[in-house]
């Protein structure tokens, strides 16, 4: 069994902090007002509002155990057959995941399935899944794309000159 933490980027800390922050100011407020109801709200809003942030904080990781992917983040987890796995890629995507930095990759698998990950060692958890063969790189593909598109243009004008 191998656990690879989530790469964590300076922008959730910031976010974390600030979330933290409005959270307490948001709590004191209740409880200087008073009351019962206020300190239920009180309550309620500091652990839903710092709580929950770092719980996903502190427990977003990625197991990679013989036949399984075990993705934990807070109260929510997955589990993922490997051999279900058909692709991993590199994405820079804003989508919602378990992931706490954009430097990810997201894996498809099942029948179209997708969840996106940021292990902090990308390398080494693609090889303990053995599919480094699935590894597909969205840059080198788009400047692959982009040379081919152009190779095809420079025919096609080449082709229509020739032709006039």
């Known amino acids: 069994m191998h656990v690879f933490k989530s790469k964590i980027d300076n922008w959730v800390l910031i976010c ?7 959270c307490l ?7 200087t007002v008073g ?3 206020n300190y239920v709200f009180a309550a309620i809003i500091l652990i839903a509002g ?11 990781r990625y197991i990679v155990d013989n036949d399984d992917l075990k993705i934990i983040s807070g109260p929510f987890s997955w589990n993922i057959p490997i051999a279900s796995i058909t692709s991993v ?5 804003a989508v919602t995941s378990p992931a706490l930095s954009f430097d990810r990759l997201e894996i498809a698998y099942g029948e179209d ?5 940021s292990p902090v060692d990308k390398e080494k958890f693609i090889q303990k899944l053995g599919k480094e063969r699935f590894i597909f790189n969205r840059k080198n593909a788009r400047s692959k794309a982009a040379a081919k598109d ?5 025919k096609r004008n080449k082709t229509n000159r020739s032709n006039t």
């Not at 890629?89 to 995507?93: L, M, V």
């Not at 152009?150 to 420079?154: C, G, H, Q, V």
């Open 150 to 154: 152009f190779r095809n243009k420079a």
């Open 16 to 22: 974390l902090l600030l979330s933290i922050s409005a």
């Open 35 to 37: 009351g019962t109801a």
């Open 113 to 117: 399935k997708m969840i996106i990950i």
């Open 25 to 31: 100011l948001g709590a004191s407020v209740a409880l």
């Open 89 to 93: 890629q590199e994405t820079q995507s």
């Open 50 to 60: 710092i709580g929950f942030p770092v719980w996903l904080y502190v427990s977003t």
